[in-house]
């Protein structure tokens, strides 16, 4: 199964008590300020999407920017180096799931190429973490409020594995597998994120699982010519320029 690990667009439910006349869209639906009514936009959450997007619109516009966890910010472009060449070096991508600094890498995703503090000198309102929503007002943890016309959901996405049938693959909507390795025999998932390591969700870093898998399938049908293949062929990861 490789069917990719962000299927679904997620949006808060509060989007729901917004009044019909709010144009409402997730980042999954944006291209660009054109395409958006005019007027003041608030744009709820800060992680990669959010920033950008934000960043974009108040070159145009009044924009607000709602952020529910301060992640970590790091620079695109290191000492002339791009920031993947120094993950990779570092073997920070190769860091696996139930490492140390792996399970902390999976609480707090990294902002790339992005700061706030160029975000407030481009004109960025920042908010709190947003707790309701009725109308045409938005409300934030610290008490404050907004009325807009245009809310962005960049609320992220989510696996929705709901269609696998099969029993023991699925443990409260998440793949029970070790590596991409089911208990179902001869099933096995590609794509997850942290199914191994930060990288197994990024096209660049893949390959390491995908060789892992290939190995796991070869043993699985008895089949050496994969094996054989995968020895001659060992392909070393390329780092590319990626804002995740
Ligand atoms: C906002 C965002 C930004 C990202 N930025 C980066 C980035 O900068 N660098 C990077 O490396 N990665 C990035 N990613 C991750 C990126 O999505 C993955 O690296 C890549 O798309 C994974 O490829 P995939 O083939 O595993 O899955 P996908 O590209 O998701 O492909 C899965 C395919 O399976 C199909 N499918 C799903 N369910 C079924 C079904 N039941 N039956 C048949 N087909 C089905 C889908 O239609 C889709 O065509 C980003 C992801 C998001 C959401």
Do not use: C
Request: hydrophobic fraction near 40%; proline fraction near 5%; charged fraction near 20%.
């Amino acid at each position: 199964m490789a069917t990719g690990p962000f299927q679904v667009a997620f949006i808060p439910p509060a989007a729901r008590s917004l009044d019909g006349s709010v144009t409402q869209l997730h980042t999954a639906a944006y291209h660009n300020p054109q395409a958006l009514p005019e007027g003041p936009v608030l744009v709820v959450g800060g992680a990669n999407s959010g920033l950008q997007i934000a960043r974009e619109l108040a070159t145009t516009r009044e924009v607000d920017l709602s952020v529910g966890t301060k992640l970590p910010m790091v620079p695109q472009r290191l000492l002339g180096k791009d920031l993947f060449w120094w993950l990779t070096r570092l073997g920070l991508l190769a860091k696996t799931v139930d490492s140390r600094i792996g399970r902390r890498a999976q609480a707090r995703d990294l902002v790339v190429g992005t700061s706030r503090r160029k975000l407030r000198r481009a004109g960025v309102r920042f908010r709190p973490r947003l707790v309701e929503a009725s109308g045409r007002t938005l409300k934030f943890a610290d008490g404050s409020s907004i009325d807009v016309g245009v809310v962005i959901w960049a609320t992220g996405f989510r696996s929705d594995f709901s269609w696998v049938k099969l029993p023991g693959v699925l443990n409260d909507g998440h793949v029970i597998h070790w590596r991409g390795v089911t208990g179902v025999s001869g099933l096995y998932f590609l794509g997850l994120s942290w199914q191994h390591t930060r990288g197994s969700a990024l096209l660049g870093f893949v390959n390491d699982d995908a060789e892992y898998l290939a190995e796991r399938i070869a043993t699985f049908l008895g089949d050496d010519t994969v094996r054989d293949e995968l020895a001659d062929s060992k392909v070393p990861a390329q780092p590319f320029e990626s804002s995740l």
